[in-house]
């Protein structure tokens, strides 16, 4: 009997890992018997004598490898939200052998040669949409992973994949180092000039986490330095602090990207070349909703042209209001947010200092959580006493209408040393019905600095519209209604997972979500109605720099994966060059550059993918309104077909079917343009 608390069934509520009794040193032993025990299920699916059906090939092959699965989950939600030494040094040596097992599985041939029967018998085959879905994923995969080349070809496919992994697991590594080891201590009353009591509080928390008690700390933490940048009227620090912030990944010494990066790309080309692609941004986005470079360029550009001059209108602002300060300079990339706040108090009278009181934490997750009940009937119940892998954690239980368990989800707000920047959410285990109904458990981490002790902790409007998003995601992984977790919940394209999420952060700039939730955390009291109006009618404010630095980095990400010898490019110069050649503004910087490009380079998630968000929002921004035309943002039809178009469909549908079947029409541009403010 093993005592290894990853191997034993697990007891605790709602089967969630053991995390009280799971140790970092479980997980080898853990990942060995699981990998040992998936590859006997997939031999054993492979080897049968039995002709191939839909039964014992497919479905047997989504029963096979649970155990793996759940290891897996419970590791990687760990590394990205808790991790710590022993877990690094386990994520370096566990990355390549994954990807070993899974090439293993993806280049068996027999099992191939039973996909493949299977895929061509498909027509008679009497399958239901659901099936049919599954098994085009399952054909598709295979193909992809390169099960039908020759023994050559295989065998390198499988060691650049390893590789890889191995690749993408230092590249995250690194910049978590980055992150971690920098701290800008603010000693000096100088030092602490212009910063906002709600950034100081959070500062000195920082602080107190980090062993300097009594003083203040910026970190790389999103909602730390960006307020620091706004607020501080200390240009040598703010100079100092965002050359940090912008240097990520790129400093001399161990933990340099430069070389992982043109390594990564060389090795994803070659992968792309071996399965017949003339590059890999053309293989990735062959199953997309895209489906060609051209198309993602052109969806790009159209949205550049007038972001760019848009860009241009607003710099000359902020150098106007630098000049009326008295300061001559020209603005820099460690100036665009201090000015930008300066003017936005100016031309709309709204101040963040003056916002940040009515958005607490706690009343923005009510907002997200009565959003979901006013369109999808689900209610949330916070549980206590659940062993959780972090204090910080909060369990919430998701009820449908008559009260029966949805699933559970987790709330991991704030920014910590052991978590990796930016907001996510992720799944430990995923909706489906192949053993009954499987209920799924979700988690959203975000990296929001946290409020004194025994004090709210405060958002920034773009934190709560964060919060927004990642629970968007969060519902479409607790709404899924499918049976397979092959196209469970956000299994589906890249392009168009951005969708739900997006959508959804819609409904907190609505005056009907904002006026109920936005109570100011010492009073109580409502959002004053003049204030309210304000932040609306700033919507579009600093939306040229905002697109622009978006925009930059989906060019980037494409124009990279194009390149025919990646390895030779010396990378900071081919970034200048780049930028040059789209005209960037000076004062602008791409919202993550390639050094630290994470959605790019820690694995391969959003590899020419990170237009993705800007093709979801053509669909996001049409499909609001929707709700807009009914007359009710909560119209009981619309988000009906929502529910079951989109929330609960997983990658059951084709993507645009489904959205058509929503909407009743193809997406439109337009409704982007205009949210954006390029347009009337
Ligand atoms: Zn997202």
Redo the contacts with the bound molecule.
């Keep these: 009997m093993t005592t290894n608390p990853l191997l034993t069934d697990w007891t605790t509520p709602f089967e969630l890992p053991p995390f009280d009794k799971i140790k970092p040193e479980h997980f080898e032993e853990a990942f060995e018997t699981a990998m040992a025990e998936a590859k006997a299920e997939s031999d054993a699916i492979a080897k049968q004598s039995d002709r191939p059906d839909f039964g014992n090939t497919i479905a047997a092959l989504e029963k096979s490898g649970e155990r793996l699965t759940k290891v897996a989950r419970t590791f990687f939600n760990l590394t990205s939200a808790d991790t710590n030494e022993t877990l690094q040094q386990i994520e370096r040596d566990i990355a390549p052998k994954l990807a070993r097992h899974s090439s293993d599985m993806l280049l068996n041939e027999k099992l191939f040669e039973r996909i493949a029967e299977l895929w061509n018998q498909r027509e008679t085959l009497g399958l239901n949409t659901e099936d049919a879905k599954v098994l085009e994923r399952y054909h598709m995969m295979f193909q992809r992973a390169g099960a039908g080349l020759d023994e050559n070809g295989k065998s390198r496919i499988a060691e650049i994949s390893q590789r890889l992994a191995t690749l993408g697991t230092q590249f995250s590594q690194n910049i978590l180092r980055d992150e971690s080891d920098y701290q800008l201590v603010l000693e000096t009353e100088e030092d602490r000039a212009g910063l906002p009591d709600f950034l100081l509080t959070a500062a000195a928390e920082a602080a107190r986490e980090r062993g300097h008690d009594g003083k203040h700390v910026i970190t790389l933490s999103r909602s730390s330095i960006e307020p620091f940048l706004q607020f501080s009227t200390n240009r040598r620090l703010r100079e100092e602090a965002f050359n940090a912030w912008s240097a990520r990944g790129e400093l001399e010494g161990e933990t340099n990207n430069a070389r992982i990066i043109t390594e990564t790309l060389a090795l994803r080309s070659e992968k792309a070349k071996l399965l017949g692609f003339e590059n890999f941004a053309a293989f990735k986005l062959d199953d997309t909703m895209a489906k060609t470079p051209d198309n993602v360029r052109d969806l790009l550009t159209k949205v550049w042209e007038p972001a760019a001059a848009q860009a241009r209108a607003e710099e000359q602002k902020l150098s106007k209001m630098a000049a009326n300060d008295g300061e001559n300079h020209t603005i820099e990339a460690w100036d665009w947010r201090f000015y930008s706040e300066k003017v936005r108090k100016e031309e709309h009278d709204l101040d963040e200092t003056e916002l940040k009181p009515y958005l607490q934490l706690d009343s923005m997750i009510q907002a997200a959580f009565d959003t979901a009940t006013r369109l999808f009937g689900v209610t949330f119940r916070e549980l206590d006493d659940i062993p959780v892998y972090h204090p910080d954690v909060r369990v919430f239980e998701v009820l449908d209408p008559s009260g029966q368990h949805v699933g559970l989800f987790l709330g991991d707000y704030f920014a910590r040393p052991s978590k990796r920047s930016g ?3 992720s799944g430990f285990r995923s909706q489906h019905k192949l053993n009954g109904n499987v209920a799924p458990i979700i988690v959203n981490v975000m990296n929001f600095s946290k409020g004194a002790p025994g004090e709210a902790t405060l958002l920034t409007f773009d934190d709560a519209r964060t919060l927004f ?2 629970f ?2 969060g519902l479409h992984g607790l709404l899924s209604d499918v049976t397979y977790p092959m196209i469970s919940g956000t299994s589906v394209a890249r392009d168009f ?2 969708l739900p ?2 959508l959804y952060e819609h409904w907190l700039s609505e005056p009907e979500v904002l006026s109920k939730f936005a109570t100011h955390y010492k009073t109580g009291d409502k959002m004053p109605t003049d204030l309210l109006d304000k932040l609306l009618a700033a919507a579009n404010f600093n939306q040229g720099f905002a697109t622009v630095e978006y925009t930059a980095s989906a060019l980037i990400d494409l124009e990279l994966h194009l390149l025919d010898s990646p390895d030779e490019i010396d990378i900071a110069a081919y970034e200048k060059a780049e930028l040059g050649k789209i005209g960037m503004p000076n004062a602008i910087t791409m919202r993550h550059r390639i050094p630290h490009f994470q959605h790019v380079f820690s694995g391969d998630g959003y590899s020419a993918g990170y237009y993705s ?1 800007m093709w ?1 929002e053509v669909m996001d921004a049409d499909a609001f309104g929707a709700f807009k035309e009914a007359g009710d943002i909560f119209d009981e039809e619309t988000a009906d077909r929502l529910l079951t178009h989109i929330y609960s469909a997983g990658g059951r549908p084709d993507p645009e079917e489904t959205y058509k079947a929503f909407r009743g029409r193809a997406p439109k541009i337009d409704a982007l343009l205009k949210k954006r403010g390029f347009a009337a």
């Design positions: 907001a996510w959410m998003h990642e968007g995601h997972v951005e999420s997006q968000y979801s």
